[in-house]
Every structure is written in structure tokens, then in C-alpha cells.
């Protein structure tokens, strides 16, 4: 204890310049706005930034979860929208209203191959069935082939079996269009009559004639045209509006009513 006091009385000039120090800080702080505003901003830029980094980890572990959560709200608003034509406008009474948008998560795909693949994370527990269409949220995507309990295998665009019937949204000249198995960003369309021509920019859209997809979605536009010079057909270069190599998410559409539509052509046909 002694020592302590020593200790103390040796340094007491400098122990009561601290407590002076500390204590004009102290008035300084409270009393003068600019003083205290430097100190709350340099805690409040250290703790942002802090707080700032954390939050990008934490927002960057759940975008998988909120794109899939997006990614199903997006199909219950494609939903309303199709129902809601039915009772609101009358010359749209009939359009669409008979498909439904499944969402799904795209499990593995390729572009590389001649006939590519997308493995898709919803099967026959959602309503999932063969030759249903799949979208992504840029135009079409491909069309199921195969059906697990909660798989699916989707024929993509960039196959060689593939073979979709399009229309010029200009003037509603129907098309089809196919992948020659080079460029996953570019399809061709085929079979375009000698006194049509194509321009750059010219949009092309699903035709509705298949009962895979409804009317209207969007598969590309015109790059070049090539006419034939001995009165064939013609085709053209199409840049597809989907990115094949960053697909992640899609929607399955159902056509509801696809079972009394084929059912009332194959009857037709038969008589």
C-alpha cells in the first residue's frame, strides 16, 4: 500500500493531467455538435461498413432461396393474369386461360452437345407430364420428354429433334424453326415462302398450334435472311431470346385442356 501511495505522489501531475484531459473531452464532446458528430460518424462508418460486409455474406447465402421464391410468385402472377383475361376482357376471353405455370429449378443442362439435355427438380407429384412446353423468363425454353416421381428431362431448343412451330409477329406468317447444332445462341427458321421476306429485328413468336405452348411467347429475332434462288423455301438466322448457358430457373406450362383438344382431333379425324 505504501508503494501504491509512492507510486501515486511520484506521477501526480501527470495522473491529474489525465483527469483533465479526460474530463475537457468530456465537455467537449457534449457540448460542441461538430465534435460529437465526427465521433457518432467515424463509429457509424466503422459499424456500416462492418454491418455492410456481413449483410452482402448473409444476402449472398440466401438468393437461392429468394430466386426460388420469386421465381414462384412470377408464375402465380402469370397464373392471375391468364384467368383474369378470362373475366375482364372479352377479346381476350379465350387466350390462355387454359394453362397453368409450374416453376422449377434447373438441376443440370448443356449446349455443347447435338442433342442437349435440361434436367429440371419437379416431376410427376407436381402434375408434371410429357410433351408439356418449358419457358424460361426471356421465350421458350424446350419441351419435357421424360417424367420421374420428381424429375424431369426437357428436350432443349439446341436438340436435333427439335422443331417448333413459330409465327412472324408482324403479320402472322407461320414458320418453324430448328438448331443446326453450331451456335447455342442461334436457331433457324425454316420453311419461309418465296415471296415473304424477312428483316433484322423481326420478332418471331410461339404460334399456338402445337397445344404444347400457348400463342405468343417469345422464341428470337431475325439476324440475317437467306432467300432461295430455285423457288424453295426459304430460311433465316434467328438469335433466341433465351441464354441457353445461363439457364437456371423455368416454367412448365400446362395445357389444361390438352386431353379434350386431342381427343376432339383424333375423333374428327377418324370420321
Excluded: C
Amino acid at each position: 500500500m505504501r508503494n501504491l501511495f509512492s507510486l501515486l505522489w511520484k506521477y501526480q501531475f501527470f495522473i491529474i493531467f489525465l483527469i483533465l484531459e479526460t474530463f475537457s473531452l468530456i465537455l467537449l464532446f457534449n457540448n460542441y455538435s461538430y465534435h460529437r458528430s465526427l465521433y457518432f460518424n467515424t463509429a457509424s462508418d466503422f459499424t456500416g461498413k462492418f454491418y455492410s460486409v456481413y449483410g452482402n455474406i448473409e444476402n449472398y447465402f440466401s438468393l437461392k432461396n429468394e430466386n426460388r421464391q420469386l421465381l414462384e410468385e412470377n408464375a402465380l402472377l402469370k397464373n392471375k393474369l391468364s384467368l383474369a383475361r378470362v373475366y375482364t376482357d372479352s377479346l381476350l376471353s379465350d387466350t390462355n386461360s387454359s394453362y397453368y405455370y409450374i416453376p422449377a429449378h434447373v438441376i443440370s443442362n448443356s449446349v455443347n452437345k447435338r442433342n442437349n439435355l435440361i434436367l429440371i427438380d419437379k416431376g410427376r407429384v407436381d402434375s408434371v407430364k410429357t410433351e408439356m412446353g418449358v419457358v424460361s423468363s426471356t421465350g421458350i425454353a424446350g419441351i419435357v420428354i421424360g417424367v420421374s416421381d420428381h424429375y424431369a428431362v426437357v428436350m432443349s431448343m439446341l436438340h436435333r429433334n427439335s422443331r417448333i412451330s413459330g409465327r412472324v409477329m408482324k403479320n402472322g406468317q407461320l414458320v418453324n424453326i430448328i438448331w443446326k447444332g453450331r451456335d447455342y445462341t442461334q436457331g433457324e427458321v425454316t420453311d419461309i415462302p418465296t415471296h415473304f421476306t424477312l428483316s433484322k429485328g423481326d420478332t418471331i413468336i410461339t404460334s399456338g398450334n402445337s397445344l404444347i405452348f400457348p400463342p405468343g411467347i417469345l422464341i428470337g429475332t431475325i439476324e440475317s435472311n437467306q432467300q432461295s434462288n430455285n423457288q424453295e423455301l426459304g430460311h433465316a438466322t434467328l438469335n433466341f431470346s433465351t441464354d441457353f448457358n445461363r439457364l437456371e430457373y423455368v416454367y412448365i406450362i400446362k395445357n389444361r385442356e390438352k386431353e379434350e383438344q386431342e381427343k376432339l382431333l383424333k375423333e374428327t379425324g377418324d370420321e
